[in-house]
């Protein structure tokens, strides 16, 4: 049985591809695909815990969970133990699989407030509001976080073995200092070294650039995490899951999809996302999808403008009508 199933008492295979957190992206459609194609474990996007408490509309809607996206995880995020705790009751309530702490958002609003990647200034803030939360629930509490502040401040290997003797559960690590936002490269060296302390005893999740399934298989033959963490490869292209896993299965590459059979998965996930949200905010929502698709077609920028100024589901199907025509041999 691996680590992680025995740690959270979900059921995942040895080597686990998990859906990185994304806010706008990783709602139950996009989750829902991914699991489809082949994610093992998918989290939420983040959600704001005073917003939860304050009962927005809009975050509560962020806790929506279907069943066949199991095991999923919620994660939220904030500076204040009192609504992290009540926020973490409410998410209890709808029944995932884990709750996740963001202990690594890097954007502004969020980390200069002192929330996410804000609470690697503040080591004793973290590891109490930890406590705190796994205190004060019943499922299994998780943590992401990155490897430090900056680069003077690679702290992680003593805030893996803090959040490890306050009940975390397993911890995710993303291979970048806040500094760093998205800039640079992931380094993965702290990561491995988090994993190979003989103190932790918790699962190590690795996080950060991994695209490819050659990258997938190295992270655990190099690093030896106990899953992986995919996030923007997975932007437009959930099947990058099945790809990945088909390698480390049997290391054989699989042929890329064709065009047509990306337009077909593009289609049912724009149907289910406007479902979701509706036709115009669904077709917006969309977009981020469709701009990572296509890469490398030649002499398709009127079509990608077409696509991409879509505003109706009409308009887009027109749009990739034309795309298939076009490309019915790629
Ligand atoms: C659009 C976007 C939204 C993100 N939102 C979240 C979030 O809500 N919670 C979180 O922990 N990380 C968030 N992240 C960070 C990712 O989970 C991940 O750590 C990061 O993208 C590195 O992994 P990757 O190189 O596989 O993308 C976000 C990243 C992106 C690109």
């Known amino acids: 049985m691996s680590l992680l199933t025995n740690s959270l008492n979900i059921n995942l295979p040895e080597q686990p591809l998990i859906l990185a957190p994304m806010e706008d992206v990783t709602n139950p459609p996009f989750r829902t695909f991914c699991k489809r194609y082949g994610a093992d474990w998918l989290y939420s996007e983040f959600v704001s815990a005073?917003?939860?408490?304050?009962?927005?509309?809009?975050?509560?809607?962020?806790?929506?969970i279907r069943d066949e996206e199991r095991p999923v995880t919620i994660q939220i995020y904030g500076r204040f133990i009192d609504s992290m705790v009540e926020a973490a009751r409410m998410v209890e309530a709808v029944k995932p699989d884990c709750i996740d702490i963001n202990f690594g958002c890097p954007v502004?609003?969020?980390?200069?407030?002192?929330?996410?990647?804000?609470?690697?200034?503040?080591?004793?803030?973290?590891?109490?509001?930890?406590?705190?939360?796994v205190k004060a629930?019943?499922?299994?509490?998780t943590a992401k976080t990155r490897i430090g502040w900056d680069m003077e401040n690679i702290i992680i290997d003593d805030i893996a073995e803090?959040?490890?003797?306050?009940?975390?559960?397993?911890?995710?690590?993303?291979?970048?200092?806040?500094?760093?936002?998205?800039?640079?490269?992931?380094?993965?060296?702290?990561?491995?070294?988090?994993?190979?302390?003989?103190?932790i005893h918790i699962p190590i999740i690795g996080n950060g650039d991994i695209s490819s399934p050659q990258q997938a298989k190295d992270a655990f033959?190099?690093?030896?995490?106990?899953?992986?963490?995919?996030?923007?490869?997975?932007?437009?292209?959930?099947?990058?899951?099945?790809?990945?896993?088909?390698y480390l299965n049997s290391g054989e590459i699989l042929p890329e999809i064709s065009v047509s059979e990306q337009i077909g998965i593009i289609k049912e996930q724009i149907k289910m996302t406007v479902e979701w949200l509706d036709e115009p905010r669904g077709i917006i929502h969309s977009r981020r999808?469709?701009?990572?698709?296509?890469?490398?077609?030649?002499n398709f920028r009127e079509l990608r403008i077409k696509m991409l100024q879509s505003s109706n589901i009409n308009e887009l199907w027109d749009a990739f009508a034309e795309i298939e025509h076009k490309y019915c041999s790629y």
């Open 50 to 64: 005073d917003a939860l408490v304050r009962s927005v509309d809009k975050s509560l809607k962020k806790l929506a």
């Open 108 to 133: 502004k609003r969020v980390a200069q407030k002192g929330a996410g990647a804000g609470m690697l200034k503040n080591i004793p803030l973290m590891v109490e509001m930890a406590s705190q939360i």
């Open 137 to 141: 629930v019943n499922i299994p509490v």
């Open 162 to 199: 803090r959040l490890q003797d306050v009940g975390i559960r397993a911890l995710a690590i993303h291979g970048r200092t806040r500094s760093q936002m998205y800039t640079g490269s992931a380094n993965w060296e702290p990561i491995a070294k988090v994993k190979a302390n003989p103190r």
């Open 221 to 246: 033959d190099k690093y030896g995490v106990d899953g992986i963490m995919i996030g923007r490869a997975t932007i437009g292209k959930p099947c990058i899951f099945k790809q990945i896993k088909h």
């Open 289 to 298: 999808h469709l701009a990572a698709m296509f890469k490398g077609l030649p």
